[in-house]
């Protein structure tokens, strides 16, 4: 792609005032954004919310960020690469946000499946989407064991999951 093409593509991003190269990304990927934080603010609140019980819960960009590199640290061992996909069977959680994290920090790619979803169309997204590995809660553990092959995909059980083995 010539110079000129590029411009016009970046021209096509902006408008006012500012040019086309104040809004390019100074980095490369998620791994560099969360090192920039952790260097930064590691001690300032990154993630809160509320538990099961109704309890405020948060994290610091360090805690954070130390949890998602574990995650990612695990996802590797299981040999997910770039591109390999992860898929998350749970309701929103916490830990969901980690996974996510942590897959764009590897380059893999998440494949969110609705619970809710009827148990044929769940087993056709698993046989045809190439999930490696599935991060799920008890909630769905027993549902998602019939539908899928433990021989083919990992089943990992959030509730049974410890970030501090890793």
Same mark, same amino acid.
């Given at each position: 792609?010539?110079?000129?093409?590029? @411009?016009?593509? !970046?021209?096509?991003?902006?408008?006012?005032? $500012?040019?086309?190269?104040?809004?390019?990304?100074?980095?490369?990927?998620?791994?560099?954004?969360?090192?920039? /934080?952790?260097?930064?603010?590691?001690?300032?609140?990154?993630?809160?919310?509320?538990?099961?019980?109704? *309890?405020?819960?948060?994290?610091?960009?360090?805690?954070?960020?130390?949890?998602?590199? #574990? @995650?990612?640290?695990? !996802?590797?061992?299981?040999? *997910? +690469?770039?591109?390999?996909? =992860?898929?998350?069977?749970? /309701?929103?959680?916490?830990?969901?946000? *980690? !996974?996510?994290?942590?897959?764009?920090? +590897?380059?893999?790619?998440?494949?969110?499946?609705? =619970?809710?979803?009827?148990? #044929?169309?769940?087993?056709?997204?698993?046989?045809?989407?190439?999930? $490696?590995? +599935?991060?799920?809660?008890?909630?769905?553990?027993?549902?998602?064991?019939?539908?899928?092959?433990?021989?083919?995909? @990992?089943?990992?059980?959030?509730?049974?999951?410890?970030?501090?083995? !890793?």
């Amino acid at each position: 792609m010539d110079e000129t093409t590029k @411009l016009n593509i !970046l021209k096509a991003h902006y408008f006012g005032e $500012k040019s086309a190269t104040d809004y390019l990304v100074v980095y490369k990927n998620i791994c560099e954004i969360l090192n920039e /934080h952790l260097k930064e603010k590691p001690d300032k609140d990154y993630l809160k919310y509320y538990d099961e019980t109704g *309890i405020a819960v948060s994290y610091s960009y360090a805690e954070f960020i130390k949890k998602v590199f #574990q @995650l990612a640290n695990y !996802l590797l061992k299981n040999n *997910i +690469i770039k591109g390999d996909r =992860v898929a998350t069977f749970s /309701h929103n959680h916490s830990d969901t946000v *980690i !996974l996510y994290f942590a897959c764009w920090t +590897i380059g893999a790619v998440v494949v969110p499946v609705n =619970v809710s979803e009827e148990d #044929q169309r769940v087993k056709y997204i698993f046989d045809n989407s190439d999930t $490696k590995i +599935i991060f799920t809660r008890d909630n769905y553990f027993d549902k998602l064991n019939n539908l899928v092959s433990p021989e083919k995909i @990992l089943v990992v059980n959030f509730n049974e999951f410890s970030f501090e083995s !890793l």
